[in-house]
T-cell receptor, first 115, second 113 residues
Framework: DGGITQSPKYLFRKEGQNVTLSCEQN?????MYWYRQDPGQGLRLIYY???????QKGDIAEGYSVSREKKESFPLTVTSAQKNPTAFYLC??????????????FGPGTRLTVL | KNQVEQSPQSLIILEGKNCTLQ??????????LRWYKQDTGRGPVSLTI?????NTKSNGRYTATLDADTKQSSLHITASQLSDSASYIC????????????FGQGTRLTINP
């Protein structure tokens, strides 16, 4: 059963805490992405990775960090430096990132709430 | 500035009726335009994709049109079903790669019985 999974589905964070969101794919895709979705706004790119051990900042990378140690995994850490982290976070993957025509397959999302 | 604007923001129709969602974009240079369907609390799922040389693409009851000259696209839903209740997102890609996709804010469609 191929696909992209995210965990947890819901996550609660206290002020000043770092939290890590998991993203795993078994589609054998080279490229992976993290987006943030806020009400009334389009998805915004946080980080993306074109290949293992490489990643690039997106439009809103401040307060976030990522790693890409394995092809299948692209975890996102929301640090205490992120001032407004409450949002719906979506992970996606595509065959490559060099061609925008390639479909991005999205995970089910993680809803992060700061208490 | 590259932008994608969708209208209306929300729409309510009765089951069985047709509807059309609009997308205007300023992304340049243009490569492709995709429509996604996103159920509440889930990730988006691709419905159709069109390049600049295509002006219509269908996927079952969903038909997308593209006018690259006016930079407009529409998504027409025929004989709506309760399961069509979702947000529909227009996404425009340029030639610079997937990291430069521009997402619209979505249209929230509600189908009432």
């Amino acid at each position: 059963d191929g696909g992209i999974t995210q965990s947890p589905k819901y996550l609660f964070r206290k002020e000043g805490q770092n939290v890590t969101l998991s993203c795993e794919q078994n589609l054998n895709h080279d490229a992976m992405y993290w987006y943030r979705q806020d009400p009334g706004q389009g998805l915004r790119l946080i980080y993306y990775s074109q290949i293992v051990n490489d990643f690039q900042k997106g439009d809103i990378a401040e307060g976030y960090s990522v790693s890409r140690e394995k092809k299948e995994s692209f975890p996102l850490t929301v640090t205490s430096a992120q001032k407004n982290p409450t949002a719906f976070y979506l992970c996606a993957s595509s065959i490559t990132s060099g061609e925008s025509y390639n479909e991005q397959f999205f995970g089910p999302g993680t809803r992060l709430t700061v208490l | 500035k590259n932008q994608v604007e969708q209208s209306p923001q929300s729409l309510i129709i009765l089951e069985g009726k047709n509807c059309t969602l609009q997308c205007n974009y300023t992304v340049s240079p243009f490569s492709n335009l995709r429509w996604y369907k996103q159920d509440t609390g889930r990730g988006p799922v691709s419905l159709t994709i069109m390049t600049f040389s295509e002006n219509t693409k269908s996927n079952g009851r969903y038909t997308a049109t593209l006018d690259a000259d006016t930079k407009q696209s529409s998504l027409h839903i025929t004989a709506s079903q309760l399961s069509d209740s979702a947000s529909y997102i227009c996404v425009v890609g340029g030639i610079q790669g997937a990291q430069k996709l521009v997402f619209g804010q979505g249209t929230r469609l509600t189908i009432n019985p």
